[in-house]
């Protein structure tokens, strides 16, 4: 979860700075904030996507292992009597 919010952070920094840089009349100091705010949120919203994304991976495998279970204790309907 930490690497993903350095990711998010650092695409958030990058995604900001050159976005600022495009604007015309911006001075340094209004661009590093900027690219600091841009990668506080991108930080931000990485975390919360990889907290949901481990968050479903946990429920499927959850489910996969609740309907293997199932199966097994179910009787076997195909055999031949």
Known sequence: M????????????LL?????????????PSLFLQASV??????????????????NLAKAVFERR???SRAAAKPNSNARP
Do not use: D, P
């Not at 841009?38 to 968050?55: E, H, P, Y």
């Open 2 to 13: 930490k690497k993903l919010m350095i990711f998010g952070g650092l695409i958030g920094f």
């Open 38 to 55: 841009t990668a506080l949120g991108g930080g931000l919203l990485l975390r919360w996507w990889g907290a949901q994304c481990q968050r």
């Open 66 to 68: 609740q309907a293997a």
């Open 16 to 28: 900001g700075l050159s976005l600022g840089m495009t604007a015309q009349g911006r001075n340094v």
